[in-house]
């Protein structure tokens, strides 16, 4: 584990810059892990970003796509033109919440 | 006199059924399953039946032989659970009441949640092994397969068995090769995660294994519908992979009545505390096995280890005492690689897979995340022990909680 410091706050992260610690994510970290990848963070991306915030503490991990819009009510396409090509990834990536992952 | 009910007779049904019979004073405490048949199949066999290494006649047996004396068994399907009322409701609309209920009907492979996936070409070009029947029809189909594009597909996370599509593409990298027709087929293995292998250190030692085999990947594929004029698989983001075989591991979902009953989650997996199983809605009903919603793999190895502890809190719980056996989500899973090979995997809720020997530290003779000959044996016999000693309830050598002895610990920074 590995420390980084994001916006002037030192975080913990992984080796592919994903945080660890939930509580070490703020609004303003993740505007700066949004312009790492190239995302101008909108209304409609952070409507996702809530969702997936709310979302981890009742699940123990990051909701799939597929929760995202069955629970979340975001339209599947809309989530792949808001973060492209790699949604499920972005999107944890943002939230500072693990990435979706299997078993190996 | 007080009733448990256990909805489903599988793996963590069974193996519930038998270990909290022996703790019961049968005068006390009635125990009833509840499944839909009395076939019991041993699933994690399903894997070699289209390869023609197991017949389906060597993985079923009925559910009643491994149920103990004293525990009824009822073969109806489930209407739903009326949970104010302690009530379960069966679809000939019987009834059985319960003081504390066991919900165990895992998960199931439902092709109908994918446009296009059941029509013209299911279980004719479109398959699945994860069914003894979608197993026998793609042995059928493999017999008189002349060769093209297979492509092995999981449309999403989580599903049971979590390695078996990367087993189902070993093994058949092997099956082809024996028949000398490697040269003709294609291989592609298609995932919604971003890797064949998304845990690091997995990634390190495992990482090479598809490209050694000329298996090709597409990752980040979150299937929208099979297009079957096509014969393509079309994503959301409007990515296109044809096929002329399609081995697919459709969407996974718990059963339709835990839904009807409104005691799911969206994919119908019961809500429970990660460490005692126990429902986050009902103080009396818990959820074992792959039917709920713990953070971990959906498989028999998890259904075993936290039954183990599960066993011992239930006793402590129905009798008002507080559950101290909390489950650390520890399982593991022998990985064929095919060649006569395999691998073997140990992780919880913290730790991934890691490599080094297993059980006993140094010595094994499993060998953890590397392939041996040992490991192959360890899975083949494994069909044995299913039958014999884990649905029974009887001692395994195998620790509940995870153990770090053994495991290969790299210094980080």
Partial sequence: MTTAIINGTQVHVNEEGFLTNYDEWNEEIAKVLAANIGIDLTDEHWKVIRFLRDDFPTQGE????RRTSTVGGFDIKQLFAL????PAKKMAYIAGLPKPRGCV | ?????????????????????????????????????????????NLFVPFGIYQPADLVKPRRRFLPEGVELVLSEIDHVEPEKNLVVLADERTLSYDFLIIATGTSPRPDQTPGMIGPEWRT????????????????????????RMVVHIVDMPIKCPVAP???????????????????????????????????????????????????????????????????????????????????????MGADYVARSKLGDDLNYVPVDKQTLLSKAHDNIFAIGDASDIPTSKAGSVAHFSIELFEDNFISYIHGRPMTKLFDGHANCFI????????????????EPLPGKYPLPGFGPFSLLRESEANHWGKMTFRWVYWNLLLTGKDMPFEP?????????????
């Fill in chain 2, 401 to 413: 909680l995870m153990s770090m002895a053994g495991k290969e610990v790299e210094a980080r920074s």
């Fill in chain 1, 62 to 65: 990051t909701a799939t796509i």
């Fill in chain 2, 166 to 252: 990367l087993e189902f593409t070993f093994l058949a990298d092997s099956y082809f090769t024996e028949r000398a027709m490697r040269d003709r087929v294609e291989m592609v293995f298609v995932t919604p995660l971003d890797g064949a292998f998304t845990k690091p250190i997995a990634s390190k030692h495992l990482g090479g294994i598809l490209d050694d085999r000329k298996v090709s990947l597409e990752s980040d594929f979150l299937v929208e519908h099979i297009d079957t004029d096509a014969k393509s698989l079309v994503s959301f983001d409007e990515r296109q992979i044809p096929f002329d075989l399609l081995v697919t591991i459709p969407l996974n």
């Fill in chain 2, 336 to 351: 064929e690689s095919g060649h006569g090979k395999g691998m073997l995997i140990d992780f919880n809720y913290d730790t």
């Fill in chain 1, 83 to 86: 973060f492209p090509q790699k």
């Fill in chain 2, 1 to 45: 006199m007080k009733r448990i009910v256990i909805l489903g007779g599988g793996t963590a049904g069974t193996m519930a059924s038998n270990r909290l019979r022996k703790r019961l004073d049968p005068a006390e405490w009635a125990i009833t399953v509840v499944d839909q048949n009395d076939a019991h199949v041993y699933q994690p066999g």
């Fill in chain 2, 125 to 148: 070009s479109i398959h699945e092994f994860y069914t003894l029947e979608g197993a026998t029809a793609l042995a059928n189909t493999l017999a008189d397969w002349q060769g093209g």
